[in-house]
Antibody
Framework: EVQLVESGGGLVQPGRSLRLSCAAS????????MHWVRQAPGKGLEWVSG????????GYADSVKGRFTISRDNAKNSLYLQMNSLRAEDTALYYC???????????????WGQGTLVTVSS | QSVLTQPPSASGTPGQRVTISCSGS????????VYWYQQLPGTAPKLLIY???QRPSGVPDRFSGSKSGTSASLAISGLRSEDEADYYC???????????FGTGTKVTVL
């Protein structure tokens, strides 16, 4: 069974940094692109970033470009999101998601983790 | 900011058919596959439809997807109480070089 477990969320002050992790199991991690998607409280889904199987292709939403960095460690079956210069509008539940087919960044997300909550507030 | 537009709500009685629209542009729906996700209250999103009209194993055939030009739609036939959820369309956007989601539609079973 594929499992994605996010961690690293919490309360952080504006301008500070936070690093999220996603531990993957139940599939060949280094075959698949991985993504981060967030959902602000009571709002819709917003794609944040994605990374291909070999880290050769990386993409970011304009809202986080230059502040967030996605990375992965295939030896540890783990995905990361380094979030710097955090703003109040970054407050959200952050989901990691596996791409539904091997290869690049484009495709469907299946499955999703349960999410880790990031709250940016002074 | 959502690039794909959906109606905020839809409703029906048990057994009825409900349709949700998703409007995009030539850079997303017009040139790429559409995906649909179901988010039950308090849970993570779940894949409902991929490649415009394909259902993953385990998704009932009451759910169907279609696409025409720069728009797509999700139909739920034989509506059931457990279908009460938020539904999101999504696609890759060539101009943004990223995934985009719809604004979301809350389905209520009356």
């Amino acid at each position: 069974e594929v499992q994605l477990v996010e961690s690293g969320g919490g309360l952080v002050q504006p301008g500070r940094s936070l690093r999220l992790s996603c531990a993957a199991s139940g599939f060949t991690f280094d075959d698949y692109a991985m993504h981060w998607v967030r959902q602000a409280p009571g709002k819709g889904l917003e794609w944040v970033s994605g990374i291909s199987w070999n880290s050769g292709s990386i993409g970011y939403a304009d809202s986080v470009k230059g502040r967030f960095t996605i990375s992965r460690d295939n030896a540890k079956n783990s995905l990361y999101l380094q979030m710097n210069s955090l703003r109040a509008e970054d407050t959200a539940l952050y989901y990691c998601a596996k791409l539904g087919l091997p290869g690049g960044l484009v495709g469907w997300f299946d499955p999703w983790g349960q999410g880790t909550l990031v709250t940016v507030s002074s | 900011q959502s690039v794909l537009t959906q109606p905020p709500s839809a409703s029906g009685t048990p057994g009825q058919r409900v349709t949700i629209s998703c409007s995009g542009s030539s850079s997303n729906i017009g040139s790429n596959y559409v995906y649909w996700y179901q988010q039950l209250p308090g849970t993570a999103p779940k894949l409902l439809i991929y490649r415009n009209n394909q259902r993953p194993s385990g998704v009932p055939d009451r759910f169907s997807g279609s696409k025409s030009g720069t728009s797509a739609s999700l139909a739920i036939s034989g509506l059931r109480s457990e279908d009460e959820a938020d539904y999101y369309c999504a696609a890759w956007d060539d101009s943004l070089s990223g995934h985009v989601f719809g604004t979301g539609t809350k389905v209520t079973v009356l």
